[in-house]
């Protein structure tokens, strides 16, 4: 014996689902339906179409947008692994309370931070040739030039990052140039 496909409507019948009344009726409605739209050549208009089209288009726009924010977090966070990755590898070696180092206080978020650095290097974060970056919970001390490149990707990295001072002066120009300056004169 072969199967034949049967209709939905068939099934349903067969199940026990639906009475062939109801069967019936709901033929003689689709009849009904047809015949009016051949003879008003007008379409009618299925709610349940129009919903389903309207809750994908939702649910499509909300798609977008929560792919948008995981592109721009994922952005974020390379750029971070950059910026990580261009400090760790150019960070200037410190000789954290030795003898010779000077304490140089810098503002990171209102507040008041201290770093240990020899008197050369603070000499050079003065005039601009290095600057202070976080790293995490720490601080490190990098040149200008990669100083430059992490301001481009992240500049809440950036503590603190002089101008370059111009060293050349007219002297003419300065009323205090006979005045000497102390030695021991430390900001």
């Given at each position: ?94 000789n954290d309370l030795s003898d ?22 603070r000499e050079q974060i003065v ?61």
């Amino acid at each position: 014996m072969s199967k034949q496909k049967l209709s939905l409507q068939d099934q349903l019948l067969k199940s026990g689902l639906v009475s062939a009344a109801q069967a019936k009726s709901a033929r003689s409605d689709k009849r009904k339906q047809t015949q009016q739209q051949r003879k008003n050549n007008t379409e009618v208009v299925d709610e349940t179409k129009e919903l389903l089209q309207k809750t994908q288009a939702e649910k499509l726009q909300k798609d977008r947008e929560l792919n948008q924010l995981r592109k721009q977090q994922e952005e974020q966070k390379q750029i971070a692994a950059q910026v990580k990755q261009l400090i760790e590898l150019n960070r200037q070696p410190r000789n954290d309370l030795s003898d010779d180092s000077l304490a140089y206080n810098f503002n990171d978020n209102n507040k008041i931070k201290r770093l240990y650095v020899s008197e050369a290097m603070r000499e050079q974060i003065v005039r601009g040739r290095l600057a202070i970056v976080k790293l995490g919970q720490d601080y490190e001390v990098v040149p200008a030039d990669v100083a430059n490149k992490i301001k481009s990707r992240d500049e809440t990295s950036i503590m603190v990052f002089n101008e370059p001072v111009i060293t050349a002066i007219d002297n003419n120009a300065d009323p205090y140039a006979d005045y000497q300056i102390p030695d021991d004169l430390i900001w």
